[in-house]
């Protein structure tokens, strides 16, 4: 089985995935997972009905991942907030309405949380912020 192959039934698999998971790109790691396991097993070929019991097999299985905490397609994990943030900003930061890019260094960004109750801001490792 080609590369090729492998990664556009990937792709099938996650658009499916995606709703479960939250994030494409989660649902394409997990599915790539699934499709790799399968050609190490041996099988030549996927079919459909292959890809729909793998489909149904991961749906089973709850999602272990970090939570995000979303706003506008921008995802900030909530143990950062967590650790980052005092429990009254945490609690502030949950019921914000927007979140921005303050400032922005090679590897890291600003984040402020618009609440009503004010702005609140948090340094994020970009590597971890999903839809920067």
Do not use: C
């Not at 950062?80 to 930061?93: H, I, R, V």
């Not at 090679?106 to 340094?123: C, H, P, Q, V």
């Amino acid at each position: 089985m080609s590369k090729k192959s492998i990664m556009k039934q990937a792709h099938k698999l996650a658009k499916a995935l995606v709703e479960k998971v939250g994030d494409y790109m989660i649902a394409l790691k997990l599915a790539l997972k699934k499709i790799w396991a399968m050609v190490k097993a041996g099988r030549k070929r996927m079919t459909q009905g292959a890809l729909k019991n793998a489909f149904y097999e991961m749906i089973k299985k709850p999602y272990n991942g970090p939570k995000f905490f979303w706003i506008d397609g921008m995802g900030v994990p909530e143990w950062l907030m967590q650790k980052n943030l005092s429990q009254a900003e945490y609690d502030g930061a949950r019921q914000a309405y927007d979140i921005h890019v303050r400032r922005e260094t090679e590897k890291a960004s600003l984040l402020r949380f618009e609440t009503n109750f004010g702005y609140i801001d948090m340094w994020a490792p970009k590597s971890v912020i999903k839809g920067f």
